[in-house]
């Protein structure tokens, strides 16, 4: 499972995130492409992003949608592109998000909640509050708690 922090840079308002998500990655040439920005995600090893991996995203301290990859992690032929918000941005890389599983969460979540439910269920404490992406191991009990959420 992988949280994937959405900057206030990008999306400044709400309208902005729910456009991004309910039209712009449906629009774009391969759907659901989710552009990264270099080291965001490992692309051997343990760490390594796969089909099927569950998302979640965060914005301003919240969880505002989940999902479910549809590739691992792809080398990117263009590796310029315009943000969002009309910035030139290097994307050496992007995975696919499978767009029908894009869910808002059924309850409000902050990532103080991610980090309780995430420890609960796993053991594993983490920040989800900083900066870095963060990568925990799926789990049985986590899948069950994700699958509540669609």
């Given at each position: 499972m992988r949280?994937?922090?959405l900057?206030?840079?990008?999306f400044?308002?709400?309208?902005?995130?729910?456009?991004y998500?309910d039209?712009t990655?449906?629009?774009?040439d391969?759907?659901?492409?989710?552009?990264?920005?270099?080291?965001?995600?490992?692309?051997?090893?343990k760490?390594?992003?796969?089909?099927?991996?569950?998302?979640?995203f965060?914005w301003?301290?919240?969880?505002?949608?989940?999902?479910?990859?549809?590739?691992?992690?792809?080398s990117?032929d263009?590796?310029?592109?315009?943000?969002?918000?009309?910035?030139l941005?290097?994307?050496?890389?992007f995975?696919?998000i499978?767009m029908?599983?894009?869910?808002?969460?059924?309850?409000s979540?902050?990532?103080?909640?991610?980090n309780?439910?995430?420890?609960?269920?796993?053991?594993e404490?983490?920040?989800?509050?900083?900066?870095?992406?963060?990568w925990v191991?799926?789990s049985?009990?986590?899948?069950?708690?994700?699958?509540s959420?669609c």
């Amino acid at each position: 499972m992988r949280v994937i922090k959405l900057s206030i840079d990008e999306f400044p308002n709400i309208n902005s995130l729910n456009t991004y998500f309910d039209s712009t990655l449906k629009e774009r040439d391969s759907v659901g492409r989710f552009n990264l920005t270099k080291g965001k995600i490992a692309s051997k090893g343990k760490k390594a992003l796969f089909n099927g991996e569950m998302l979640l995203f965060t914005w301003k301290t919240n969880l505002v949608r989940i999902a479910r990859a549809a590739s691992s992690l792809i080398s990117s032929d263009s590796i310029s592109e315009f943000t969002e918000t009309g910035n030139l941005q290097e994307y050496p890389h992007f995975f696919l998000i499978d767009m029908d599983s894009v869910r808002k969460p059924i309850r409000s979540l902050s990532q103080s909640d991610l980090n309780r439910i995430i420890f609960e269920k796993t053991g594993e404490e983490i920040n989800t509050i900083g900066q870095a992406w963060n990568w925990v191991n799926d789990s049985d009990e986590l899948e069950d708690w994700f699958e509540s959420q669609c």
